[in-house]
């Protein structure tokens, strides 16, 4: 399990603060939450890296033993965990909502759609092809998100928190103690923009400075790129996840049939 | 500018002191002892009555060096080129010149011989001093061939007589601080050692008559020189075998002539794949027609880069500045602000672009007059440091060993008997 650095507050009585962070999904993870005693912040800080540990070893294409190194590797059906079973059937819901551009098949040498089935009575899933690659990174941060949001408001009744993975997935549950929300803006300099994140999520795609384009534009099968980054507001992190690397995989002129199905999402460029 | 050269020497030894050289590191580096406070107070006023053998670049550089040694006192050179002779006469105008080394080894107030001659003299010259009763300071690679290394390491046995080859790095304060922080496990267990050495340039020297090309840019033929090998990766494998403990357990690799196609022997790039027993890897790659990456010894452990010449650590999780971690005290002082931290994802997989940790920044100097000083120091007590001997024969040995793998393009293994009878490594190969 990854190590947990914990810092826990009470210079603020009115707004004692508990923040954890830590390595998994190939990022930082962090949280921060208020109004919670020590102990019981250490137990729910180790409860969200159990949670996401747990999520990344059923996700992740990169883990050997994973289900999705399995199907990856073989020709045949192979018997996948609930979570995967589950976001294989919604990606490929996704990939029709978003007229092919979510598609976790990106990687893949060949194009062939689709790329894969599920089936369900034996809780199987089987690639269309040797040369299709699945891979969830733009799917699994978002997901894992939305889970750990629940786990602190459903499981630990937890009002106020803002969640952060790897500064492009972000989460504000409730508000920040001192105001009435979670205002947060891009790192990126001259952008001016502050997203006021309340009950919602924070996604943004884009081209990392000194590193190579890796998002692919999966109808061209090319490396997709942007002048600008792609800042998805809205309910869902796993949403804004989802249209976030859409949107930048996709041209322009695509992008009103894009947002027809999510127009409770905000788009901005950044 | 000599007192400052003094002064830093001075810091070099505090500096010593300072790496909380007790304990289990004063078994690491044991050799460090021979230039230490107590070790000069032993010799003090006493000299190393020094005859060199082959001043010319580099042997100047450690004349020159020599000056700023209180304990080492140079009575004689030995040349056979002339103008080597004569420019080094005028630094140690008292000096008795030689022009044939055996002559020299004769001289009754020569105590120790200082050898800075091609490759392929080392051998003999080493032998017959030390047979002359002479302790002998010889730079690397230590010889020829594997063969003769082990030679002169069972010579150095036999005699008693002092013998040190010039891996300068063993005293380099920054090396020494790098290491202790790697043997300590400080940054996790080695998984990697990486050396390079990138050069843009011919490796000739200016040849004032036809007649002395092959004497004087001796480094290009294989008749008297190992190349890359020997005169570059020698300093870095050693750094390998010193920071794992272990000794390679085989090496294969790659040489051929690429750009400078001018007569020359030797490979003018290389790339040689060492493995420890522990399935570590160590590689050392030379161009020496693209500097670009100029020279690296980095050592990869678990949680962290070492970069021994930059003397900076690089932690795979170094501390980074949060949006998040920053509200903490902005709620501790009431503070409601945005905060400016969203934009495309961090990836581990991106290669870092931490700037590092500095291990020791006020580090000069690159060790070359402390090992001269220790070897004085030694050539004076008769006492012989402890490993440094051992740590210098097996880089110089692994050296061979590559580019012995180059010449037959084959993964080869030191042969056994090569193996000292005193010191198989710290994992006991």
């Known amino acids: ?270 | 500018m000599e007192e400052k050269k003094t002064m830093d020497r001075r810091s070099f030894i505090e500096r010593l002191g300072g790496l909380g050289l007790a304990g289990a590191a004063v078994a690491a580096f044991p050799w460090v002892e021979a230039c230490s406070p107590a070790a000069n107070k032993e010799v003090a006023k006493e000299k190393a009555r020094i005859g060199m053998i082959g001043p010319g670049s580099r042997g100047y550089f450690h004349l020159e060096n020599m000056k700023q040694i209180p304990q080492a006192e140079v009575v004689a050179l030995c040349d056979i080129y002339e103008p080597n002779l004569q420019h080094a006469s005028e630094l140690y105008p008292e000096a008795k010149l030689y022009r044939d080394y055996r002559k020299m080894l004769e001289d009754p107030n020569v105590d120790c011989v200082v050898i800075t001659t091609p490759l392929f003299c080392h051998f003999q010259m080493a032998m017959d001093a030390m047979d002359a009763g002479k302790h002998v300071f010889c730079e690397k690679a230590m010889a020829y061939n594997i063969d003769e290394c082990y030679q002169m390491y069972m010579k150095h046995l036999e005699t008693g007589k002092i013998l040190f080859i010039g891996q300068q790095r063993l005293f380099d304060p920054k090396y020494l601080k790098a290491m202790a922080g790697v043997l300590a496990g400080n940054y996790g267990p080695v998984v990697n050692v990486r050396n390079y050495w990138f050069r843009n340039g011919d490796w000739r020297r200016d040849v004032p008559s036809p007649e002395l090309e092959r004497h004087i840019n001796w480094r290009l033929y294989r008749e008297y020189s190992r190349g890359l090998m020997t005169e570059l990766a020698c300093h870095q494998i050693q750094n390998g075998t010193w920071a794992t403990g272990m000794l390679p357990e085989k090496v294969m690799g790659t040489g051929s002539i690429i750009y400078w196609k001018d007569g020359r022997e030797v490979f003018d790039n290389v790339a040689c794949i060492y493995t420890f027993p522990n399935g570590v890897n160590m590689t050392f790659e030379s161009v020496i027609s693209n500097a670009h990456f100029g020279m690296g010894e980095q050592i990869l452990c678990k949680d962290a880069m070492v970069d021994l010449p930059g003397s900076r650590v690089y932690f795979e999780e170094p501390p980074r500045k949060s949006g998040i971690e920053s509200l903490i005290a902005e709620i501790e002082e009431g503070i409601f602000s945005n905060s400016a931290f969203a934009g495309t994802s961090f990836s581990a997989e991106n290669g870092s672009k931490d700037k590092g940790i500095a291990i020791m920044p006020e580090a000069d100097g690159d060790g070359t007059v402390e090992i001269m000083e220790a070897f004085c120091n030694a050539c004076i007590t008769g006492k012989m440091p402890d490993k440094v001997l051992e740590e210098a024969y097996y880089g110089s040995v692994f050296s061979l060993l590559g580019d012995e793998a180059l010449l037959q393009q084959k993964t080869l293994s030191l042969d056994e008997k090569y193996y000292l009878p005193t010191y198989k490594g710290r994992n006991g190969a």
């Open chain 1, 1 to 270: 399990m990854p190590e947990i650095k914990f810092i826990h507050s009470t210079a603020n009585p009115d707004a004692p603060v508990a923040y954890c962070s830590f390595t998994a999904m190939h990022t930082v993870i962090e949280v921060l939450f208020v109004h919670e005693d020590e102990q019981k912040s250490r137990e729910i800080s180790e409860a969200v890296r159990d949670l996401t540990a747990e999520l990344e070893n059923k996700l992740s294409r990169h883990i050997a033993s994973s289900d999705l190194a399995k199907l990856n590797s073989s020709q045949e059906a192979v018997e996948v965990n609930q979570e995967l079973y589950f976001s294989l059937e919604l990606c490929e819901q996704f990939r029709a909502a978003t007229r092919g551009y979510f598609d976790i098949a990106a990687l893949s040498a060949s194009r062939h759609r689709p790329a894969y089935e599920t089936l369900p009575a034996e809780h199987k899933a089987r690639r269309c092809g040797k040369e299709i690659r699945l891979d969830l990174g733009g799917y699994a941060k978002g997901f894992a998100l939305d889970k750990v949001k629940n786990l602190l408001a459903g499981t630990y009744g937890i009002e106020n928190a803002l969640i952060n993975f790897g500064n492009s997935s972000i989460a504000g549950l409730g508000h920040h103690p001192l105001g009435d929300c979670w205002p947060v803006s891009p790192a990126k300099a001259g952008s001016g923009q502050t997203f006021r994140l309340r009950d919602s999520a924070l996604s943004i795609s884009g081209k990392t400075a000194g590193v190579l384009e890796h998002i692919i534009d999966p109808v061209t099968g090319s490396h997709a790129s942007k002048d600008k980054d792609i800042a998805v507001q809205g309910q869902s992190a796993l949403v804004c996840e989802i249209l976030s690397t859409a949107l930048y995989a996709a041209p322009r002129e695509m992008w009103p049939a894009l947002l027809q199905n999510f127009a409770a999402y905000k788009v901005e460029e950044i």
